[in-house]
């Protein structure tokens, strides 16, 4: 039987028009290298904010997660910080903060390979269920 989370729009494999973004994670935080095609962007040139939020909200969620629960966002503030051109390597992370009152606090940036900050977000996610 199919995973559900193999359609994800941003890690799920089997999802044809998604990102298939590989994070790395564990201990509170995740991580992942990739480069987005032309395919994703909105203005001419840059990619669309929408797929930036998207990625740092995957990166929070994949570092909440990795503590041992199920989370889902409840809340999601960007800063966009300078445009993301297509095909430039891009490296996201995050880190989360232990449970408080159901709720998981996290941290993610994206920076491009000589560490200029692209956009940042903070996120607030719900406590769904401890991971067995």
Not at 37 to 42: F, L, R, S, T, V
Not at 63 to 71: D, E, I, K, P, Q
């Amino acid at each position: 039987m199919m995973k559900t989370e193999d359609y994800c729009f941003v890690c799920g494999k089997l999802n044809p028009v998604g990102l298939k973004v590989q994070f790395k994670y564990g201990d509170g935080k995740s991580s992942a290298e990739l480069i987005l095609p032309k395919e994703y962007q909105g203005w001419s040139g840059i990619i669309h904010g929408g797929i930036i939020s998207a990625l740092l909200d995957e990166a929070c969620v994949y570092a909440g997660n990795s503590l041992g629960y199920n989370t889902v966002t409840a809340e999601l503030k960007v800063r966009f910080k300078k445009p993301l051109r297509p095909e430039e390597k891009i490296l996201v992370e995050a880190r989360a903060k232990g449970v408080k009152s159901k709720l998981i606090e996290a941290k993610a940036t994206i920076k491009d390979f000589h560490g200029s900050l692209i956009a940042e977000a903070e996120s607030k996610l719900i406590v769904k269920e401890k991971r067995e």
